[in-house]
Antibody, heavy 124, light 108 residues
């Protein structure tokens, strides 16, 4: 059974960089896409971006200038960095595995495994 | 549209059938997937590839798509189905992933 676990500081000061790591256990990080998703308190889910195990990335346009997602296959981990944070970045951050493939019926894509989430508060 | 639109709130009587919809251009090309989220918990995959259920998901949950609208149907809603439901697909360009705004389901 694949398990994902987010880790990192729960409190970040405004204008600083938010850094989180997702550790994957029970399976290899290879051959999959891995994603970060956030959820501000009381609000909906927002996709942040994903990385393929080989390093290819895709970010949501609204955060692209501030986001970097990286992968460390030797540690079975991938990470998120979000720069210049403000209070609006306060959220629960989830990491998730993305199933993404094409077949004769077209493209297929869904999030099949999720971490439990980590609350990150931006405050001085 | 680059968005996925869901009704913010829906209610259903216990044991009745309810449909939750998700409208957006991306649904025409990319199968929608559906997630259930209960308070304080991570989302759980309910439906993928339009109408496939992961192991352990009850068969009262089903999915369908027509044009630019994906639907999640709960046939015989149970009290434990009270939760937030999110759809996922891509934006109209196909370049970026999206979630719908979510639907809060109340079981009466």
């Amino acid at each position: 059974q694949v398990q994902l676990q987010e880790s990192g500081p729960g409190l970040v000061k405004p204008s600083e960089t938010l850094s989180l790591t997702c550790t994957v256990s029970g399976g290899s990080i290879s051959s999959y896409y891995w994603s970060w998703i956030r959820q501000p308190p009381g609000k909906g889910l927002e996709w942040i971006g994903y990385i393929y195990y080989s390093g290819n990335t895709n970010y949501t346009p609204s955060l692209k200038s501030r986001v970097t997602i990286s992968v460390d296959t030797s540690k079975n981990q991938f990470s998120l960095k979000l720069t210049s944070v403000t209070a609006a970045d306060t959220a629960v951050f989830y990491c998730a595995r993305v199933q993404s493939y094409y077949d004769m019926s077209g493209p297929h894509e869904f999030f099949d495994y999720w971490g439990q989430g980590i609350l990150v508060t931006v405050s001085s | 549209s680059s968005e996925l639109t869901q009704d913010p709130a829906v209610s259903v009587a216990l044991g009745r059938t309810v449909r939750i919809t998700c409208q957006g251009d991306g649904v025409r090309t990319y199968y929608a997937s559906w997630y259930q989220q209960k308070p304080g918990q991570a989302p759980v995959l309910l439906i993928y590839d339009k109408n496939n259920r992961p192991s352990g998901i009850p068969d009262r949950f089903s999915g369908s798509t027509s044009g630019n609208t994906a639907s999640l149907t709960i046939t015989g809603a149970q009290a434990e189905d009270e939760a937030d439901y999110y759809c996922h697909s891509r934006d109209s360009s196909g370049d970026h992933l999206l979630f719908g705004g979510g639907t809060k389901l109340t079981v009466l």
